[in-house]
């Protein structure tokens, strides 16, 4: 079946440094979204990337669809302690949405 | 709307006590979705419905879970007996049929002791 996977599992950053998250999918995907998890919240939407090479921002957040629609990644420039939390992506096929493992953020302030 | 919505969102019980779980998904979402949550594992996709009916269950642990949806505004999972290694957030979600995102309700944090 499908796999989404997520590299790193953690990461520890200083507060102002960028970080980045990979998610790659074993099948050709759809679109791909990015949800984020605040410590002790629920998963919520952030956005979703539908074409091939696409890229759009959120503030300091810059999302990537990879050209062959199996990859993807969220850099977040210049961190800052509010975006503390777990980022997670998930790949859809068809009517299935499958999340990545999600990558945990630390910031060290 | 009020998003979906999740009770109760703390238990505790003891080893070997029946517990349910409740979700009220968003009203017209197709789609329902039962997650747990644990930091060994991750987010572990249990069972999903599409119009209340059960598609794919085999995130399911073991027996002891069930999972059921009479209508399209309710839905229940159920741990019977419960043992502590069922302790973790358990979320529920909706979405539509046409895609778009997942909505996850809050979560109900489970202790078995």
């Known amino acids: 079946g499908q796999q989404v996977m997520q590299i790193p599992q953690y990461q520890h950053v200083q507060e102002g440094e960028d970080f980045t998250t990979y998610c790659n999918s074993s099948?050709?995907?759809?679109?791909i979204q990015w949800y984020k998890q605040r410590p002790g919240g629920h998963p919520v939407f952030l956005i979703q990337?539908?074409?091939?090479?696409e890229v759009k921002k959120q503030k300091r957040l810059t999302f990537q669809f990879g050209e062959a629609k199996k990859n993807s990644s969220l850099h977040i420039t210049a961190t800052q302690t509010t975006d503390v939390g777990t980022y997670f992506c998930?790949?859809?096929?068809?009517?299935?949405?499958?999340f990545g493992g999600g990558t945990r953020l630390m910031v060290k302030p | 709307d009020a998003g979906v919505i999740q009770s109760p969102r703390h238990e505790v019980t003891e080893m070997g006590q029946e517990v349910t779980l409740r979700c009220k998904p968003i009203?017209?979402?197709?789609?329902l979705f039962w997650y747990r949550q644990t930091m060994m594992r991750g987010l572990e996709l249990l069972i999903y419905?599409?119009?209340?009916?059960?598609?794919?269950d085999s995130g399911m642990p073991e027996d002891r879970f069930s999972a059921k949806m009479p209508n399209a505004s309710f839905s229940t999972l159920k741990i019977q007996p419960s043992e502590p290694r069922d302790s973790a957030v358990y979320f529920c979600?909706?979405?539509?049929?046409?895609?778009?995102?997942?909505?996850f309700g809050q979560g109900t944090r489970l202790t078995v002791v």
């Open positions: 979600a909706s979405r539509l049929l046409t895609g778009g995102s997942a909505f």
């Open positions: 099948t050709t995907l759809s679109n």
């Open positions: 990337l539908v074409k091939s090479g």
């Open positions: 998930a790949g859809q096929v068809g009517n299935m949405l499958t």
């Open positions: 009203s017209g979402h197709d789609y």
């Open positions: 419905f599409n119009n209340n009916v059960p598609i794919d």
